[in-house]
Every structure is written in C-alpha cells, then in structure tokens.
C-alpha cells in the first residue's frame, strides 16, 4: 500500500514541472519529490528483501542493487537524449510515462511473501521513523557513501579540468563494475560473510580514488572508474545486507529507512567537503581525502563494528 500511494505521487509530480513555475514553487515540489521518492525506495527495497530467500539474501541485494546501478547510468542519457532531440517537457512527460508503467508492474509482485504488520502505530513515533539496532553499521556505512557524494558532484568538473575522457564513459565503465561485483560479491557474503568483502571493497575504492587524483591519460582515467565501481558495488550490498540479518523481520522496513537515510546524508556530505576541499586545494586533493575517509570507515568496522555485527547476528 505504502509502495503505491508513494510512487503514484512520485509519478504525479512529473506532471508539474511542465508548468511555468516559480522558484519558490519549485523548490517546494523538488522536496515533495524527495519524500516520495525517499518512501518509495525504502518501500521497494523491503519487499524485494522479504522476497528473496534468507540463505542467498546477499546475492539477492546484489543482484536488486543492480536495477539502480543500470537506472543512475542510463537515465541521464536518456534524459539528454530527449531534451536535446525534443524538450524539457517532453522529457518529463517521458518519465511520467516510465514511472506509470512501474505503477502497473507492482500489480505482479508477489504479496505472499511481503511482511504485513497486524497492528499500526503512529507513522512519526520515533521508533518507526530510525532503527536503532541497525544505527552503528548504517552510520559506518555513511562514511563510505561521502566519498560516493564527492564523486557524484565533482567527477563532470574533474574531467574537463583534466581533459581526459567524458563523465558518461566514466559512468558506463564505473556502472559495469557495480553490475560485475555485485553479482558475485553477494554469493561470496552468503558463503562467508561480510569481512572478506569490507577488506576488498576498502582495497579497491581506496585504490580507485588514488588513481583518480592522480590521472593523466585515458588508460588511467577509464581503470579508477571500474575499479571504483568494483568497491562500491561491493560495499554498499554488504552493508545493507548486514543490516538486514541483524534486525526482527517486523523492523525490517524502519531498518532499510535508516540506512537508505544514512546513504542520502553521507552523499549530501560528500557533496559539500568536496566542495569545501575543492575551493582550498583541488578536485583531486579532494578524492585523496576520500580514500582516507574510506581507511577511517574500515578501522571503525574492525575495531568495533565487526564484533557488533557477529554478536548480534539473528542468523547464523
């Protein structure tokens, strides 16, 4: 229910940017949007966990993963494309019509499977709003979702004032890394845990960001790209799926809330370091402080998250 009230008003919202608006009007929609889509990916992203199985539910976050990996490269093409060949308004007319049938397919989920609380409490009660069992691994998760704000704000400007390459081919290379991790990287959480992918995935985003700092041709420029697609891919599943085995199936929804909030505020972060670092040094004095903040990330996990997360294990 929740899933579709909240796409249905996401997908009405398209609507109104077609109309001469306002800046005040606008911004006002820009956060109605946010809410909606907030409730949405919180809401879709439950049903998915409820329905895959609990002994591959690593595999299956990663393999769920990848619809948003594929979504965030392909539909800012799409979108240029449209805009370029046509309008503004057509473009949002377009995603209107993307978002209706997504309306339509949630008729075929399978509803058996999806956790429905017998009895509701009030909707802004803190404890429906933050979980607080699955706070420390979402906030170290955190640390790594600045670094992922500081390349989603600045690689455009990177990469002009390197004059390397273009941002969509850094996409489509970073985008094919996530796909790749992904899909193994949730059979090796399933077989063996989260500490082997935490190591991996540090290794190589640090990797990454060094090497983007520090790119001078092509070879370079498209190599950081996919190997920080590789770590990304990798970390982010492995924390949500984390947060996902250590938490009652009845808090299941709040828990995916307070990490999904904790990517959003980490990115919004990265955004304004990056911007911060930027204006006092450099963009690519802004990717290493980015790899030091993913080493302080994997010293928390390894000095206290670790042990937080196999004490409070549900399954094992």
Not at 100 to 115: E, G, N, R, Y
Request: glycine content about 8%; proline content about 2%.
């Amino acid at each position: 229910m929740i899933l579709t009230i909240s796409l249905i008003l996401y997908t009405f919202i398209f609507i109104l940017y077609s109309f001469n608006l306002s800046t005040t009007v606008m911004f006002f929609i820009r956060f109605l949007h946010g809410i909606s889509w907030g409730i949405t990916t919180t809401a879709a992203t439950t049903i998915a966990i409820d329905n895959i199985p609990s002994q591959k539910r690593g595999e299956g976050i990663g393999i769920y993963g990848i619809s948003m990996t594929l979504a965030m490269a392909i539909g800012p093409m799409i979108g240029i494309i449209i805009s370029d060949a046509f309008d503004y308004s057509f473009m949002f007319y377009s995603s209107t019509l993307i978002c209706i049938i997504s309306v339509i397919l949630i008729l075929f989920i399978d509803k058996s499977k999806v956790f429905q609380k017998k009895s509701y409490s009030s909707f802004l009660e803190y404890k429906n709003i933050f979980d607080k069992k699955s706070l420390p691994v979402s906030l170290n998760f955190m640390l790594i979702a600045i670094p992922y704000g500081v390349i989603s704000a600045f690689i455009s400007l990177y990469t002009k004032e390197i004059n390397i390459g273009d941002t969509g081919l850094f996409f489509i290379i970073y985008s094919t890394g996530v796909a790749i991790s992904r899909i193994f990287g949730g059979k090796v959480f399933d077989k063996n845990g989260p500490d082997k992918l935490i190591i991996a995935s540090t290794f190589l985003i640090i990797t990454g960001f060094i090497l983007l700092a520090l790119c001078n041709n092509i070879f370079i420029y498209v190599l950081s790209s996919f190997i920080l697609g590789l770590g990304f891919g990798i970390s982010f599943p492995t924390y949500q799926t984390m947060v996902n085995y250590i938490i009652n199936i009845e808090k299941r929804g709040t828990a995916n809330s307070t990490f999904l909030a904790t990517l959003d505020f980490g990115i919004g972060i990265g955004m304004i370091m990056a911007g911060i670092v930027s204006d006092f040094f450099s963009i690519s004095t802004s990717f290493i402080f980015s790899s030091i903040i993913v080493f302080l990330s994997y010293i928390i996990y390894l000095f206290n998250i670790k042990k937080y997360y196999h004490s409070n294990l549900l399954l094992k």
